[in-house]
């Protein structure tokens, strides 16, 4: 009964995890994957996730079923965060918001909704994309078409490309956007680049789609909604998923959100209910230990004050590692513009390095980056960022 089932070669992200385990150079370096370690090159615990994990451990919780959208205290603790306490679609209650297994998860229960109840919706993705937007949307029955973003020859944005391409595209499309720390080019609108943008998605009637799995990792917690808040703000009914695998270094735990801002409360309550159902028929209800670590940090002012501190740090010592590599780079590889390391934000840079270019720093080097040439400046540390821009600059020359 198998003779036809076709072999999945694996993720070109996830893989170079598998092939950077059995390196057995002790200066290999592993910049694939979207994973935050500190200088030390440590997958860090929060002192904030250290603290409820403590007070979890002494309250002696059962473990039993959670609700099938996750802990009330949680979602409303989401909401809070991304769109503000005070936000009058939040006091109004016109969003819908379900607990999910990480932002991948909220990205797949969010796809199948759209296309149970729109089913003539395409999903527009950048070009490039994070690989696994493309397998989830069509893994729930999408056609995934891209639209215009990253320019190769002023490693930017294609904003007049992508503001014309938008122009043309018909009412009732989701267009799926990264509202900060855009993966994997690190490149972001300005905030007056997304009012424009916003603004044409508006008077063509899309539907904005946002992935927002690095909130924090930009400019701050806060500052980051800019392009969410933006378009709650201009009337957008929208669909939000996000992630505290990266802000909260929970990675395994599997948890985020789906969020769906709707026009009024009586509707948020009926989608709340679909939601529910497609999470029963995917998984019946999440798991419960993120769900519990994440409401207890972001529903106390003391932890929540302490989470912001840490991603605080995270965010700076990623960003002292764009100027480092940025500084070694420049000085080696006389005659060539590596500003954009410092001018992309988040996790990622795309460093320009073609495919035979990560090759050889994988063959030669021990170095791990995607074969897009997208690098996670956050694996980079003090002891090992010479010896990476070492090796960049010897495949670039
Ligand atoms: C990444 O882009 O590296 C992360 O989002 C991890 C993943 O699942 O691909």
Redesign the pocket.
Known sequence: MFQNVRYYPG?P??GLIDKYNVDPNPNKVNL????YYDNEGRLPILECVKTVEKQLAQQNIPHNYLPMDGLAGYRQACQNLLFGTQHEAVQSGRIATIASLG??GALRVGAEFIHQWFPRANIYVSNPT???HISIFEGAGFTVKKYPYYDPATNGLKIEELKQFLQQLDAGNIILLHPCCH??TGIDPTASEWDELLTIIKEKKLIPFMDF?YQGLGDDLEQDTYAIRKAVDLGFCLYISNSF?KNMSLYGERVGALSVVCPNQEQAKIVQSQLKFIIRRFYSSPPGHGNYIVDQVLNNADLFNQWQQEVTEMRERIHAMRFRLHEVLQSSVPGRDFSFLTKQRGM?SFTGLNSEQVARLQSEFSIYI?ENGRM?IAGLNTKNIDYVAEAMAKVLT
């Not at 694939?32 to 994973?35: E, F, I, N, Q």
């Open positions: 993720d992200i996830l694939g994957v979207g994973v932002g991948s994070w690989g696994n993966n994997p799995a695998s990622f995607v996670c």
